[in-house]
Each structure stands twice: as structure tokens, then as C-alpha cells.
């Protein structure tokens, strides 16, 4: 269903997107795709050294579903700007659930487009990330 | 206390070729099995000639992008200073302005815009922000990526 500028509200809901847990597995991959290799999230020891009790989740897994919500909404081209401020640590078994909301609908150079708020937080509502979205309808 | 030498300093170029398995590599770690990061001919069924990169791609050229000079962002942090184990990542942005796909290869340069200390309940720390701008063979900006790290002590 293509969101439409005509009839979307400030205020409407997105459709949320609720994730499996986060595995050792899943930050294992994230790592070799993505290039971070910061021991922190895949090796226990360097976890506990860093003062987290073990390893943590890159933040950019967290953002990534975040992204994955937003482009279950809108076509990847339609997204003009992303942003998120990363506000908690997610550990394996974390199950992260993100949603989001319109906050604004504007025009720029004709084109009509939407502000989206949107935050992750985990099973226990511990917030991990929270931001913002703007895409064209 | 990180080097202050480096505000405002550019790292050397970024060198990133955009491709297929890359991308999917990046969805499948998500576990986002959105056809249109994985399947070409649904990518082409919905107007793309070709699969489309995830929203947090660009992130990639800063870490995969580096050059033996050292552009990848945590190596940077070392070099500045900072412990491995100690840093955080704050806050990413990113404008877009044509999705990523495979074929582009993509340069930019990742600029240290400011470095600030904060004094937190837990000790000081120091909030490096970048910058960056990737443009693809034709020249075209592709993407503006911004990101703050947190360097802890």
C-alpha cells in the first residue's frame, strides 16, 4: 500500500516492524558486511574489557532496521534524508521493535513530502534509537 | 584529550565499487529480505534497472573504502588518540539523492568537522562529528553522510 500525500495525517502511525533476536551470529555478519570489525561487538572478552559485560550490537544494526521499516513504507528512492541519535546499547537476545509516526507534511520545489518520527526500543520499551525520516510522496 | 590537530582536517579520498553481493550481504546481515535489496528482476518490475543498496549503506565506504593512509574511521580515532574499546557511535545522517546500485563507484572525502568535550556523569568524552559527500563516476552526489562518534576515557 503506497502512502499517499492527499490523504496521509500528521499524527498517523507507520506500520511498525518487530524483529527477531539479535544473535552473536547476526553481529558476526553485520561485521564482515559492513566493514566495522571493532572487536566490541564480536569478541566476549574485548566486550567485557570495554565495561559492557560482554559483546554489544553495532548501532548501525539497530539503524539498519529502522531503514528496513522505512523502505517497507516508501520505495528506497523516495527517502530524501535519514537521521537517528543512537540512545541505548543492544545486546544478542535483544528483540527490537521499531515504529514511527508523521510529524509533518511540507512542500519543497513542488515536491510534497512527509517528516517521520521513528524510534527502536527493545522487549523490556528500552529505547535504542530515536530520529527522523523525510520522504517524498 | 584527543589531537586537536585534526579538526577540520580531510582524510584521503574514499574509493568504494558499489556491487551486487555487497548489497545483499548488507540486507541478509539485517535479516531485511526486501526484494528489491536482493531480487534484480523484482527490482526491474518496479522501475530500477538493477537492485537497490539499503538506507544505511553509505556508512559502508568510510570502513570498506579506506585507503593504506587509513580513512576508516576507528583506525582515525586510534590514531587521534582514542581506545578501540571506549568508542561509541552518537548519531548518522544522511541526505540521499539517487539510491545506491551496483556499477557506481563511489569517492569522497571523510572531513573532521569538530571535535567537542562533554563532561558526563561517567567521565569525560570527546564528540568527534564528520563528514562526508560521495559522488559516483559521473561526478553526481550520491550521497552527504554525518556522523558523530563518542570517544570515551
Request: aromatic share 8%; charged share 25%; glycine share 10%.
Amino acid at each position: 500500500m503506497t502512502p499517499n500525500y492527499e490523504t496521509i495525517q500528521v499524527g498517523d502511525a507507520l506500520p511498525s516492524l518487530s524483529k527477531p533476536a539479535i544473535t552473536e551470529v547476526q553481529l558476526v555478519r553485520y561485521s564482515g558486511a559492513s566493514g566495522d570489525f571493532n572487536p566490541i561487538h564480536t569478541v566476549h572478552q574485548a566486550g567485557v574489557d570495554s565495561g559492557n559485560g560482554g559483546v554489544i550490537t553495532h548501532g548501525m544494526v539497530i539503524m539498519g532496521f529502522v531503514g528496513q521499516m522505512i523502505t517497507n513504507w516508501v520505495r528506497p528512492d523516495q527517502v530524501r534524508k535519514f537521521g537517528v541519535r543512537f540512545t541505548g546499547i543492544s545486546r544478542p537476545g535483544d528483540e527490537i521493535t521499531v515504529t514511527g509516526k508523521v510529524i509533518e507534511k511540507f512542500m519543497v520545489n513542488g515536491e510534497p513530502r512527509v517528516r517521520c518520527e521513528v524510534e527502536a526500543a527493545d522487549q523490556a520499551g528500552q529505547r535504542k534509537v530515536k530520529g527522523e525520516f523525510v520522504a517524498a510522496l | 584529550m584527543l589531537d586537536q590537530s585534526y579538526i577540520g582536517k580531510k582524510l584521503p579520498t574514499i574509493r568504494y565499487q558499489v556491487d551486487a553481493s555487497k548489497i545483499r550481504e548488507l540486507a541478509g546481515a539485517l535479516g531485511d529480505d526486501n526484494p528489491l535489496f536482493h531480487d534484480k528482476a523484482a527490482a526491474q518490475a518496479a522501475g530500477y534497472d538493477d537492485i537497490v543498496a539499503p538506507l544505511t549503506f553509505p556508512t559502508l565506504f568510510r570502513f570498506w573504502g579506506g585507503t593504506a593512509a587509513g580513512a576508516e574511521t576507528r583506525s582515525l580515532l586510534q590514531q587521534m588518540g582514542a581506545n578501540v574499546l571506549r568508542i561509541l557511535h552518537g548519531e548518522e545522517e544522511y541526505e540521499y539523492f539517487s539510491p545506491l546500485q551496483p556499477g557506481d563507484d563511489i569517492s569522497g572525502e571523510l572531513e573532521i568537522l569538530s571535535i567537542d568535550r562533554k563532561e558526563g556523569s561517567s567521565g569525560a568524552m570527546d564528540m568527534v562529528k564528520t563528514q562526508a559527500t560521495y559522488r559516483d563516476q559521473n561526478g553526481d552526489v550520491k550521497a552527504i553522510t554525518r556522523a558523530t562518534m563518542v570517544v570515551r576515557w
